[in-house]
């Protein structure tokens, strides 16, 4: 008996993310640590078995080694299923036209052979590097109570921003008859969220038609989209008004981590309903005997110091007299005593020596106009001798 999945998903996450610097140096955007147990992909991954989607593709490309190995056979998802599951796609050699992934159509297109396996009626493209909690089925469901070909899942923005992101003119009823990628005088601030549902013929159909266009970008936003609207497909809008945060810059993904302290009061991880699944290290609980002021703290480690407004991945270790403050520390790291810490994102395996400072005060550090914002930052790996000093806002992938 010929079997077939209603819904299959495809998770771009190839990306190298370079808007993060020293952060994905060797590693993919999405598999970046987040909110002390997490990584960015944990969230779309997450998603799609809560929202009862068991069938997902993870386009890979830039430094894949550390997010192929973080997946997996999918398990800490419930993803590793004999007749779907979870399955790591990278570009591979074909007869002919090997390449890379061109953009975000073309890393779809090389693997039509993998949705079709699945005989799909419906195929939701998802991003693999931003922060939020949905439920994909609601948004099928009104995909086909509209008829649609294509579905967008889009939330309003401030006007401010809304040239940095795809935007949605829609009609009343919610259909779309214009989409614009990145417009200088938006007419509206209804922001695409980079979440599709297409009927799946339709998107194959496109997808061979921008492939076979010379002069195309292979972008979804800037082509393939635009192509349907203009053939007269009919393009459907979803509202999302829970949390959602792109966390593409050193700003963002530093904000995303703050937002878990209890200033945004729908962005909760741990409530029962849709939990935020994670392939966590096994750990006993931190021993903390220093103080710790509105921060999280991730097992396995020990916390003899201070530490405030900040959030402490798995198996980190603050010394005596060590203070960190307005931090994002990720794994593994060792912050001696003495040594001062603020407003930074320190990446996993970091050893930081006595009375080393980092950073500057928030108040003091925010002032800078660079491209962190003022937020310092240290590469994975790397070591910070005794007394050494990192100025506020550097971003650092060697050891000092």
Known sequence: MLRKKECVAMLLAGGQGSRLYALTSNIA?????????????????????????DTVGVLTQYQPLVLNEYIGNGQPWDLDRTFGGVHILSPYEAKKDTSWYKGTANAIYQNIRFMKMYDPEYVLILSGDHIYKMDYDKMLKAHKEANADCTIACMEVPFSEASRFGILNTNPDGSIYE??????????????????????????????????????????????LPAML?????????????????????TSLWEANMDLLGLVPNFELRDEDRIIHSRSPL??????????????????????????NSVIGTNCVIEKGAVVTDCVLMGNI????GAKLN?????????????????APREEACKIENKTGGITVLGRGISVSKNGKVQAGEIVDKSV
Do not use: Q
């Open 283 to 308: 750990a006993p609980p931190a021993f903390v005997e220093g103080e710790v002021i509105n921060s999280i703290i991730a097992t396995g480690g020990e916390i003899e110091g201070k530490v405030i």
């Open 230 to 250: 203009n053939a007269g497909e009919k393009m459907n809008s979803y509202r999302f008004e829970g949390y959602w945060k792109d966390v593409g810059t050193i």
């Open 29 to 53: 955007k999405p598999a970046v640590s987040f909110g002390s147990k997490y990584r960015i992909i944990d969230f779309p991954l997450s998603n799609c078995i809560n929202s009862g989607i």
């Open 334 to 337: 060792v912050v001696k005593k």
């Open 343 to 359: 407003y930074a994102i320190i990446d996993e395996d970091v050893t930081i020596g006595e009375h080393a400072i980092i950073g």
């Open 179 to 224: 989409f614009e990628e990145k417009p200088k005088k938006p007419k509206s601030n209804l922001a695409s969220m980079g979440i599709y549902i297409f009927t799946a013929s339709k998107l194959f159909k496109y997808l061979e038609l921008d492939e076979a266009d010379a002069e195309s970008e292979k972008d979804f936003g800037k082509n393939v």
